[in-house]
């Protein structure tokens, strides 16, 4: 099934609905959506490409990213979005290695990409996505029907982050994304033509992917003039076209709430924030929901398994009633309708709940294997599990709760301690900011716990007052041995922060280690 006929279906009935916005104004409707992406998948058809043919995408977000992305799958071609924050030259990495033979780039990053691929020798032609480079696309003839395709057929190559080595590309079906559409529905969130997608994370990933469902249903797609993330553009776009779903990493939840607060402002307009990505610490999201009410919902996935392992409610993410509120707060949800989830030891076999293991799970989202790498593909995916890497626990009722990636584990003392725990005890602090704790080498337990902390405004932390603070909370052997103060907590370009990195800055360095 080609995913490009939710498109289709929505032009033939509806095609005067307004789809596509830039800011406030509408650009396009469904109909010339449809026609748009028809038009595009004929030129692409006229250039040579065919079924499985990869096209990449290097832009910010914008309407016309959504209409390439359809003609290509129209098409039957391959999309490989690429984030628009990475250089050049990872991008001609990612373009090379997918055997992209077009690439679209934005104004500003075409001339960067061009060059780059030239450095790397890769054969691939870039078109500038602006209304002069894009004039003879969308005026060709359009491709009748979407091209028709089986469910196993890949739609999306998705390059993972890449924090240590080289990204690799998720292979994403078409049967994968319908999958997570109808999950999205199930378990996250309803959609209605009176909705309205709001893109400040990047389209190249998850904001993107949850563009589809909303392609079904018929709803408004609003990308930001800005084409990012800018808190005050957001929340006057929300007040302005109102019914506001969104997609969010925690760190961009955080801006918002702090903007929010300084502004005196709610959540007009106002209808989801689905969050997820990287950890949302209990602390933040129950300042979020004080800020914006209850309009927050976590997902978790990876983009082996795209947006859909598990999912916590919008009742669970309010809820305060509960006796056991605050844990479930702190978890991830439970299981969404098309996998399976477990916890599995070394070997892979199912633990009990309340036994911390390797998340494991298989079902229909989960991905066929990563791009001509069968021997990353081979350890990921085993006996039909995706081993993610990360660690977790299940309770009774099936709640999972994150217990950080597997290599970010600390063992001091022969005992495992969980940089998670300790972020979220130090994190209810009032004079910190930001906190990252990770394992420090040390000839006498093996490693220690260094917490890097980033303070509020105006505070000078007291190491002595967080040693306490911590001592009130978690157990003493858990409890940071080390200090780092710093202004910012390194990044990459999708908000999460690089531990490999604070990991370097240790290295070589003397430490003040608190007795």
């Not at 979005?81 to 990612?94: F, M, Q």
């Not at 003879?136 to 091209?147: G, N, Q, T, W």
């Not at 990360?390 to 005992?415: F, N, P, Q």
């Not at 002595?464 to 103060?485: E, M, T």
Request: charge should be negative.
């Amino acid at each position: 099934m080609n995913i490009s006929n939710w498109l289709l279906r929505q032009a033939q009935v509806h095609g005067d609905r307004p789809a596509l916005f830039l800011g406030r104004d509408c650009v396009a409707d469904y109909g010339q959506f449809h026609a748009q992406a028809a038009a595009v998948a004929g030129w692409l058809e006229a250039q040579g490409l065919r079924q499985g043919d990869r096209v990449a995408l290097f832009m910010k977000n914008r309407p016309d990213f959504l209409v390439l992305l359809y003609g290509i799958w129209m098409a039957g071609a391959v999309a490989v979005p690429v984030n628009a924050k990475l250089h050049g030259r990872e991008a001609a990495w990612i373009t090379g290695d997918a055997g992209a033979r077009l690439a679209f780039a934005s104004p500003g990053l075409a001339e960067d990409l061009a060059q780059s691929l030239a450095q790397e020798g890769v054969d691939a032609r870039v078109i500038v996505a602006d209304a002069a480079g894009l004039a003879e696309v969308l005026a060709h003839d359009r491709l009748s029907a979407p091209c028709p395709l089986a469910p196993q057929a890949l739609a999306w190559l998705f390059y993972t982050s890449g924090t240590t080595g080289r990204p690799k590309g998720v292979m994403i079906t078409h049967g994968m994304l319908s999958a997570m559409c109808l999950s999205y529905l199930a378990d996250v969130d309803q959609v209605s033509p009176e909705d309205a997608a709001l893109y400040a994370a990047p389209l190249s990933h998850g904001a993107g992917l949850y563009a589809l469902v909303h392609v079904l249903m018929g709803a408004r797609h609003v990308c930001p003039v800005s084409g990012g993330f800018d808190p005050a553009e957001i929340l006057d776009l929300a007040a302005h076209h109102g019914r506001i779903h969104m997609f969010a990493a925690p760190t961009m939840v955080k801006r918002m709430t702090a903007y929010a607060q300084s502004q005196g402002q709610g959540g007009a307009g106002l209808r989801t924030i689905v969050y997820g990505g990287g950890p949302m610490y209990v602390a933040d999201i129950v300042e979020a929901v004080a800020v914006f009410g209850p309009v927050f919902v976590q997902i978790y996935g990876q983009g082996e398994c795209p947006m859909s392992i598990t999912a916590l409610s919008r009742a669970d993410v309010t809820d305060r009633s509960h006796a056991a509120w605050r844990a479930r707060l702190g978890s991830v949800g439970r299981a969404q309708s098309v996998v399976e989830v477990k916890i599995g030891d070394a070997t892979g076999a199912a633990l009990p709940p309340g036994q911390i293991g390797e998340i494991m799970v298989r079902g229909a989202t989960v991905m066929p294997g990563y791009w001509r790498n069968a021997e990353a593909t081979a350890k990921a995916i085993q006996d039909g599990w995706l081993r993610t890497g990360d660690m977790g626990v299940l309770d009774a009722e099936g709640y999972l709760t994150l217990h950080d990636r597997s290599k970010d584990m600390i063992i001091s003392g022969g005992t495992n301690i969980y940089p998670r725990e300790v972020e979220e005890a130090l994190l209810t602090h009032p004079d910190l900011h930001e906190v990252s704790v990770v394992g420090q080498p040390d000839p006498e337990w093996g490693e220690i716990v260094v917490a890097f902390v980033v303070p509020k405004a105006g505070a000078v932390p007291d190491h002595a007052a967080l040693d306490a603070h911590c001592l009130s909370q978690i157990a003493r052997f858990k409890r940071p041995k080390v200090y780092v103060v710093l202004s910012e907590l390194p990044k990459n370009n999708y908000g999460k922060v690089l531990k490999t990195a604070l990991r370097e800055q240790l290295a070589g360095t003397a430490l003040q280690v608190l007795p």
